[in-house]
């Protein structure tokens, strides 16, 4: 039966293809490779294996117990528990998954598990229906003793073959198609850390669903700069879609469609081909100078999250990074932090991959919903503390570095050197104290002199300041003595202004880009600016929305730093537009009690 889920439209285009469901368990997703299926089947094996030896024991030392110390339920449990474990269904679907599909372990087995669960969601017997709660636990047993065993793998191991066998919908929406085709995979699943989203950044989805996300929560933005049709905020979509389904994603619409009957599959892929013309004719600007049509010249700058993005970026006619994200750099690591000379071999493929560009490498972001694996556990934080209760408000970004000053130096004399391979701006979140500000200049000479000792090669940068918290904007000419340049980041601006939990969706309507306070900070940072002569740019997601750029253009930014997929779009914005007579525009929509009814007349 067909039907819809509606979500927040994150990632634009139309996807089509057969659902493939991650689990909620947090456990790494990737595929195999064949001559792996037998080692795979063997480490579920072995899990499973001490989990049973482990509750056979805990049986025996029940029998040593008083029926005080050992009520008979708790015996009657396990019992539960390992029958659940040696379960026909549970080994036989383990096996199905890894052989079949080519699916991880650990995928595996918690694909088998929403696979059983809906099966006891199903029985009419409440008692049995609980039982779903024992199967979960089991599991995770299971996955305890699974952790760190996956062997690595590589980028091009983890999208290995994913091959699905076309249905007649598939051939009718496509037309004559051979069996060898390729059947797109689309991701849903409850929610995905950024460290997920760029282990699938290579990998054989074409789009993805999520339950929870924000518009600008870190996982939609990865989406972006994947350039694949997304949406988050879908509730209840990981629960209600099953193994295998047909789905559509439409990432303008913020809409996925399940079960889509033959006629709608055609009508998506009519879209589909639309918006792959769309695409093409765009790609003719990618050479064209980003110049207004009053003569005012638009820097159009990328932002990439790893060094083989470089490429990306200048292939999309970007004039040099905007934004680097060096966080990508420090997570999925459990923990192990890149040393100097593994960062300095990172940024300065960033560099040298852009050919003479500037690149602007903003120190490593972390906290708030892009967690990185054990660093609470190293800041000693517990879940009592209120950077856990609200990591938003934690510690995180500058502060986060400011804690870690052996970190932070061993970041900044990665950075440092690399500069001597090109031009590079260094970029500092967050920062919103004076005497921030002074730690971190005392931070980065003091990593000059520790290259100065061991005679270490380096070159010059430019500082920059984040202003994305409403502190920073208000005292923003404090800034602006010490730094060379100032990046707008509006997401978290946008975040702090509102009080807007950027990655929930239950707030997700309150979040507003046009809300008189948030274009007021906007604005009066641009001027101001520009009043000092110094360089300033938006960095955040309202830089890479064409909705917005005629405003940003009146407000007088001329220069914007977006995901590459989003350049050609706003490109053709910035070709379109007379800046001169969009100022007295802009001014209109800054002074309105509603800017959006503003901005929408002028559209």
């Given at each position: 039966?067909?039907?819809?889920?509606?979500?927040?439209?994150?990632?634009?285009?139309?996807?089509?293809?057969?659902?493939?469901?991650?689990?909620?368990?947090?456990?790494?997703?990737?595929?195999?490779?064949?001559?792996?299926?037998?080692?795979?089947?063997?480490?579920?094996?072995?899990?499973?294996?001490?989990?049973?030896?482990?509750?056979?024991?805990?049986?025996?030392?029940?029998?040593?117990?008083?029926?005080?110390?050992?009520?008979?339920?708790?015996?009657?449990l396990l019992e539960v528990?390992?029958?659940?474990?040696?379960?026909?269904?549970?080994?036989?679907?383990?096996?199905?998954?890894?052989?079949?599909?080519?699916?991880?372990?650990?995928?595996?087995?918690?694909?088998?598990?929403?696979?059983?669960?809906?099966?006891?969601?199903?029985?009419?017997?409440?008692?049995?229906?609980?039982?779903?709660?024992?199967?979960?636990?089991?599991?995770?047993?299971?996955?305890?003793?699974?952790?760190?065993?996956?062997?690595?793998?590589?980028?091009?191991?983890?999208?290995?073959?994913?091959?699905?066998?076309?249905?007649?919908?598939?051939?009718?929406?496509?037309?004559?198609?051979?069996?060898?085709v390729d059947v797109p995979?689309?991701?849903?699943?409850?929610?995905?850390?950024?460290?997920?989203?760029?282990?699938?950044?290579?990998?054989?989805?074409?789009?993805?669903?999520?339950?929870?996300?924000g518009k600008t929560s870190?996982?939609?933005?990865?989406?972006?700069?994947?350039?694949?049709?997304?949406?988050?905020?879908?509730?209840?979509?990981?629960?209600?879609?099953?193994?295998?389904?047909?789905?559509?994603?439409?990432?303008?619409?913020?809409?996925?469609?399940?079960?889509?009957?033959?006629?709608?599959?055609?009508?998506?892929?009519?879209?589909?081909?639309?918006?792959?013309?769309?695409?093409?004719?765009?790609?003719?600007?990618?050479?064209?100078?980003?110049?207004?049509?009053?003569?005012?010249?638009?820097?159009?700058?990328?932002?990439?999250?790893?060094?083989?993005?470089?490429?990306?970026?200048?292939?999309?006619?970007?004039?040099?990074?905007?934004?680097?994200?060096?966080?990508?750099?420090?997570?999925?690591?459990?923990?192990?932090?890149?040393?100097?000379?593994?960062?300095?071999?990172?940024?300065?493929?960033?560099?040298?991959?852009?050919?003479?560009?500037?690149?602007?490498?903003?120190?490593?972001?972390?906290?708030?919903?892009?967690?990185?694996?054990?660093?609470?556990?190293?800041?000693?934080?517990?879940?009592?503390?209120?950077?856990?209760?609200?990591?938003?408000?934690?510690?995180?970004?500058?502060?986060?570095?400011?804690?870690?000053?052996?970190?932070?130096?061993?970041?900044?004399?990665?950075?440092?050197?690399?500069?001597?391979?090109?031009?590079?701006?260094?970029?500092?979140?967050?920062?919103?104290?004076?005497?921030?500000?002074?730690?971190?200049?005392?931070?980065?000479?003091?990593?000059?002199?520790?290259?100065?000792?061991?005679?270490?090669?380096?070159?010059?940068?430019?500082?920059?300041?984040?202003?994305?918290?409403?502190?920073?904007?208000?005292?923003?000419?404090?800034?602006?003595?010490?730094?060379?340049?100032?990046?707008?980041?509006?997401?978290?601006?946008?975040?702090?202004?509102?009080?807007?939990?950027?990655?929930?969706?239950?707030?997700?309507?309150?979040?507003?880009?046009?809300?008189?306070?948030?274009?007021?900070?906007?604005?009066?940072?641009?001027?101001?600016?520009?009043?000092?002569?110094?360089?300033?740019?938006?960095?955040?997601?309202?830089?890479?929305?064409?909705?917005?750029?005629?405003?940003?253009?009146?407000?007088?930014?001329?220069?914007?730093?977006?995901?590459?997929?989003?350049?050609?779009?706003?490109?053709?914005?910035?070709?379109?537009?007379?800046?001169?007579?969009?100022?007295?525009?802009?001014?209109?929509?800054?002074?309105?009690?509603?800017?959006?009814?503003?901005?929408?007349?002028?559209?």
């Open positions: 039966m067909t039907f819809a889920i509606h979500g927040l439209a994150v990632s634009r285009g139309i996807a089509i293809g057969r659902a493939v469901l991650v689990g909620r368990v947090d456990v790494e997703h990737y595929f195999i490779k064949p001559e792996q299926i037998e080692a795979e089947i063997d480490r579920v094996r072995v899990g499973r294996n001490a989990v049973v030896e482990e509750l056979q024991n805990l049986q025996v030392s029940l029998t040593q117990m008083g029926p005080k110390e050992a009520p008979h339920e708790l015996g009657a528990h390992l029958m659940l474990l040696q379960d026909d269904d549970l080994t036989d679907g383990v096996k199905h998954w890894i052989t079949d599909r080519l699916y991880n372990a650990e995928w595996a087995l918690t694909t088998q598990l929403e696979v059983i669960s809906r099966q006891f969601d199903e029985m009419e017997d409440a008692y049995l229906r609980e039982r779903k709660a024992d199967l979960e636990q089991v599991v995770e047993r299971v996955l305890q003793r699974m952790v760190g065993a996956a062997l690595p793998m590589s980028a091009g191991q983890r999208s290995a073959n994913a091959k699905r066998r076309k249905s007649d919908q598939q051939a009718q929406l496509d037309g004559m198609l051979d069996d060898t995979l689309v991701l849903i699943a409850h929610d995905l850390s950024p460290a997920d989203m760029l282990q699938f950044k290579r990998s054989v989805f074409a789009g993805f669903v999520t339950d929870v996300g870190h996982t939609a933005i990865v989406a972006r700069s994947m350039d694949i049709p997304a949406v988050v905020g879908a509730r209840s979509a990981s629960q209600l879609v099953r193994q295998d389904d047909w789905v559509i994603i439409d990432g303008d619409a913020g809409v996925m469609v399940v079960d889509p009957s033959p006629i709608i599959l055609a009508e998506y892929g009519f879209k589909q081909r639309q918006g792959e013309l769309e695409r093409s004719r765009l790609n003719r600007l990618r050479h064209t100078p980003s110049i207004t049509l009053d003569g005012q010249k638009v820097e159009l700058l990328a932002n990439i999250e790893m060094p083989e993005d470089a490429k990306v970026a200048v292939d999309a006619g970007a004039v040099g990074v905007g934004l680097f994200r060096s966080e990508f750099l420090f997570m999925g690591r459990q923990g192990k932090l890149p040393n100097e000379e593994e960062q300095y071999t990172a940024y300065r493929a960033a560099v040298e991959g852009m050919h003479g560009l500037p690149v602007t490498i903003r120190t490593v972001d972390v906290g708030a919903d892009k967690p990185l694996d054990g660093w609470r556990e190293k800041a000693g934080k517990t879940s009592k503390d209120e950077s856990y209760l609200n990591p938003a408000l934690g510690l995180r970004a500058i502060r986060w570095s400011l804690a870690d000053p052996a970190m932070f130096l061993t970041q900044l004399r990665a950075i440092l050197r690399a500069a001597a391979h090109g031009s590079v701006h260094l970029l500092i979140p967050m920062l919103a104290h004076a005497s921030e500000i002074r730690q971190t200049l005392a931070l980065i000479a003091q990593a000059r002199a520790d290259l100065d000792e061991r005679a270490v090669p380096y070159g010059p940068v430019k500082l920059g300041a984040m202003i994305e918290i409403p502190a920073a904007a208000l005292t923003v000419k404090l800034f602006l003595k010490y730094f060379d340049f100032l990046s707008i980041g509006t997401n978290d601006l946008i975040q702090y202004t509102l009080a807007i939990d950027r990655a929930d969706e239950a707030v997700s309507h309150l979040y507003d880009p046009l809300h008189p306070a948030v274009l007021r900070l906007v604005a009066d940072t641009i001027s101001e600016a520009q009043r000092q002569g110094k360089g300033v740019s938006v960095c955040g997601e309202m830089a890479g929305d064409a909705s917005f750029t005629r405003l940003l253009l009146g407000l007088g930014l001329r220069s914007f730093s977006m995901h590459p997929a989003q350049i050609l779009t706003v490109k053709q914005e910035v070709l379109r537009s007379d800046a001169s007579k969009l100022k007295a525009w802009a001014q209109r929509v800054l002074e309105a009690d509603e800017p959006g009814a503003v901005l929408s007349g002028m559209a």
